[in-house]
């Protein structure tokens, strides 16, 4: 740290009385230095952070940090005021204020550096040194580690500082053994009983917890919750060890570690990764800050949660956190983006599909044109049950494009990108944009919200730009280019896509069973898929439709339900390939394929479509192609199990099904088997073993 703070970063005098005026008089001296070359740029993005949530901590310390492009190498600058500066610490005003400044790809040497000053911060020896310090030069030293806080206590407090250093070396908290690795907290009683009420925890060792810290910026809060949980722990007589996903990078905790704690602490701002790693074990679930401000509360709150017996439920990891590390190529980063959005629409395509589907089983497949239930419901007739059932789950089916749009922009750029994201979401099912079209939102809206972000605003608007001023104009942004440039093309291509199929009826059946087989897996849902279905429903919507109108009708209904059965038999048959969460889709899949909800493969598609999506066409073809040569015929406008009483050549009709199963699924494992392993994948296989989980560590690593 020798070169991040020197004499002329310190201000033993400070004389701001605002948090806004504090962060600009420390900055000055950072420009000064020639550490940061753009003063208000800076200050917005310091401000931007702090917006977040508040840099205040218990103990009168002022913690405002942020990573920017304004900032040419790490520079930390310390200021003390005499009259306090209202940070937003729920003990009052800070006297302590420490402006750290992080270039936005600063290395993982400095962030180290920055992350051990954070856990000096909870030590009461340091920041009692700091308020006696006399000389800026002194303060610098203390802070880079070159003086001991002894050395420049008062004379007064001599002794007791001595004693305190003392202790802090005999059983005081361990330093990061690397960069944000887990630290084992000491236990403080040896040999004198257990801690306090441990629950079913045998009396002979104390209460075992693990803890995950993280903080959006990863820089300060991750490392000071971290070291207060561990004195904390400390302190009830327990042993601590806590996993810090910082900026710094994490070492993950030992699964041995984790498999004998006795309750977790997860102490976060930003998703915590891989969390199902903690499930089944009692677990307090806060923000960071409570980690820092009341380490002693949740200490004893998961203590009474093991002893009353509560674990956490199994659940699936987000699979993205955000917009990922800075060194990240534009894939990787692409990829999250898509699955934040992914994780979240989920639950509305598994209730929305699965009630549809209950639906048409008890209601037929004409409940679709069924009228809607608040005009008409009887309480003893089966259809308005069915009625009511596809009617709900049509309502949650609406969701599925704004929240998969909206996270997608929230993957890209946090809360400020949740509104445009849902507008054009919205905007692409109005314009029957479907799931391609809320994948172009949610990527549009995340990109104008950054590019807002980066222009220098006054002073006096950047208080309302994350509430007004950005939802505002990216909501108008994103609409303008949803409606008006990319709601055009689209409905041209639908029209032009039905036009060119009403010529390709008679002579040349198979290849058009084939092209509409292709066409119900290309999108999943969207408007391709739609005018293929609307081409099949418009031949058999009169009182007599002809034979090959009823060909059509069951071609396009059999590739319909390849692409979530597909997905579900590749899940089953190799589900190392898939994260722990595409697993459990898998088997909502297999309900949602064969009620004919093609939207139960979107989910595997969103996440992966450069491998799902071709796979699924090449499957919905052969699919399309074999019922036409078979010569199946349905006359329901729908498809799945509940109308293959009205299927002609049944049997041939499942074969085709089966053929354009299996091979997307073969297609499926061949090309995700061909790609390297990422965490999250068979690493979090209960099958696997754990050298397993390290091998497709380290090959992430390596790639």
């Not at 962060?23 to 800076?42: H, I, K, N, Q, S």
């Not at 009474?304 to 699936?316: I, K, T």
């Not at 493969?601 to 036409?628: C, E, H, N």
Request: net charge negative; with cysteine; hydrophobic share 50%.
């Amino acid at each position: 740290m020798s070169d991040m703070i020197t004499a002329d970063l310190v201000d033993l005098d400070l004389s701001a009385d605002t948090k806004e005026a504090a962060a600009r008089a420390l900055a000055e001296r950072m420009v000064a230095l020639g550490r940061v070359t753009d003063l208000d740029g800076f200050l917005a993005d310091v401000a931007a952070r702090e917006a977040q949530m508040p840099t205040g901590l218990d103990g009168g310390i002022g913690i405002p940090h942020c990573r920017s492009t304004r900032v040419t190498e790490p520079t930390l600058a310390f200021g003390r005021s005499a009259d306090g500066i209202d940070f937003g610490a729920a003990d009052g005003p800070a006297d302590l204020i420490f402006l750290i400044a992080a270039p936005a790809g600063a290395d993982d040497a400095h962030l180290t550096i920055l992350s051990s000053l954070a856990r000096q911060l909870m030590n009461a020896e340091f920041t009692d040194a700091l308020r006696s310090v006399d000389a800026a030069g002194t303060a610098a030293a203390l802070i880079r580690g070159d003086r001991a806080p002894g050395d420049v206590a008062p004379q007064s407090t001599a002794a007791a500082s001595g004693a305190a250093s003392a202790d802090a070396a005999a059983g005081g908290a361990p330093e990061p053994s690397d960069a944000g690795g887990p630290v084992p907290a000491a236990t403080a009683r040896t040999g004198s009983g257990p801690g306090p009420d441990a629950g079913s925890v045998p009396e002979e060792r104390p209460f075992r917890i693990v803890a995950v810290t993280s903080c959006p910026t990863g820089i300060a809060h991750t490392y000071m919750a971290a070291e207060s949980l561990e004195n904390a722990a400390r302190e009830a007589g327990a042993e601590l060890v806590a996993e810090t996903q910082g900026s710094a990078g994490f070492t993950r905790l030992d699964p041995e570690v984790i498999a004998a704690a006795d309750g977790v602490i997860l102490a976060h701002d930003v998703p915590v990764r891989d969390k199902d790693r903690f499930a089944g074990k009692p677990t307090v679930d806060v923000g960071v800050k409570a980690g820092v401000n009341r380490p002693g509360e949740l200490i004893t709150e998961v203590r009474e949660r093991a002893a009353r017996g509560e674990v956490g439920a199994a659940s699936a990891s987000t699979p993205v956190e955000r917009a990922g590390d800075a060194h990240e190529g534009y894939g990787t980063r692409l990829r999250k983006w898509l699955m934040s959005g992914v994780s979240y629409m989920v639950p509305f395509v598994a209730a929305g599909g699965l009630l549809i589907a209950l639906g048409f089983a008890i209601g037929g497949y004409g409940i679709d044109k069924a009228p809607s239930v608040t005009d008409h419901f009887g309480w003893t007739q089966t259809a308005s049950w069915g009625a009511l059932l596809f009617q709900i789950g049509g309502v949650a089916f609406a969701f599925l494009v704004p929240v998969l749009a909206g996270y997608i922009a929230y993957g890209m750029a946090d809360r400020p990108g949740l509104v445009p994201g849902f507008v054009g979401g919205s905007i692409a099912l109005t314009i029957d944009a479907g799931f391609l079209g809320g994948l172009a939102a949610g990527l549009i809206a995340g990109g104008v919200v950054l590019a807002i972000q980066r222009i220098r605003v006054p002073a006096a608007l950047r208080g309302i730009m994350p509430v007004v001023v950005i939802p505002l104009i990216s909501s108008a942004i994103v609409g303008f280019l949803m409606f008006v440039v990319i709601g055009k093309p689209i409905a041209t291509a639908q029209k032009g896509m039905t036009d060119w199929l009403n010529g390709l009826t008679g002579a040349n059946a198979v290849l058009l069973g084939g092209l509409l087989g292709l066409m119900m897996c290309f999108d999943l849902g969207g408007p391709v898929n739609k005018v293929a279905y609307t081409f099949a429903t418009a031949g058999i919507a009169v009182a007599d439709p002809s034979d090959s109108a009823m060909k059509i009708m069951a071609a396009v209904m059999a590739a319909g339900m390849v692409p979530p059965l597909a997905m579900a038999l590749a899940t089953t048959v190799r589900g190392r390939l898939f994260t722990r969460a595409e697993r459990e889709n898998g088997k909502a899949a297999w309900v949602l394929g064969a009620s004919f909800i093609t939207e139960g493969a979107i989910p595997f598609a969103a996440a992966d479509p450069l491998r799902v999506i071709p796979s699924a066409m090449v499957g919905g073809a052969l699919t399309g192609a074999l019922s036409m040569t078979f010569g199946a015929t349905l006359r329901a406008p729908h498809g799945g199990v509940f109308v293959v009483p009205l299927i002609g050549n049944p049997f041939l009709y499942l074969i085709a099904v089966a053929a354009g199963v299996c091979a997307t699924a073969v297609l499926v494992v061949v090309l995700k088997g061909m790609r390297r392993p990422v965490p999250g994948t068979a690493s979090d296989d209960p099958a696997t073993g754990p050298a397993t989980a390290a091998r497709g560590t380290k090959q992430a690593v390596a790639a």
